[in-house]
């Protein structure tokens, strides 16, 4: 195995070991104790691994360009004005994406009405959403709003 250098997520960790996921190329890295780290899982490293010697089957974090922290969670606030519109624009089923003016990305996600509390979760709940925030530098928090009886699911990745 040789270095490995990237943005990657943490996606497990505890006083033994960490696992941490190349948000680019989706490959899962082990590390053994995570020494000085004190890592914890939805942290994110932008970050050198090279293998642990002797078996080299785990990996050691070498240098770390950046660290940060990326959480998600479900907002009480509703959809703004400007999702509801980008909604009622698309069929259900459909995602559209847009910049924020400033940092970030927009998501706005149209399903049945029945099904948005369970879309929601699934958002909350996916490593995938971490992992897209991982890739924009400037992204620390995830946002997510939505309104049952339209069937509008928003995910606003925020500085």
Known sequence: MTETDGTFLVTHADAESAVLRDVDSGQVHTLGADDDLDLAAG??????LTPSPPLEVQMEVTRVRARRRVTVEESEEPPTTQERTIAAEQSVGELTRRER???????VLTVPSEETTAAVED?????????????????????????????????????
Request: no cysteine; hydrophobic share 40%; aromatic share 2%.
């Open 123 to 159: 958002v909350l709940d996916d490593e995938e959403t971490l992992a897209r925030a991982a890739r924009m530098p400037t992204v620390s928090r995830v946002e997510v709003r939505s309104d049952a009886e339209a069937g509008v699911v928003s995910v606003r990745y925020l500085p």
């Open 101 to 107: 003016a400033g940092d970030g990305e927009l998501h």
């Open 43 to 48: 942290d994110v490293l932008e970050a050198t």
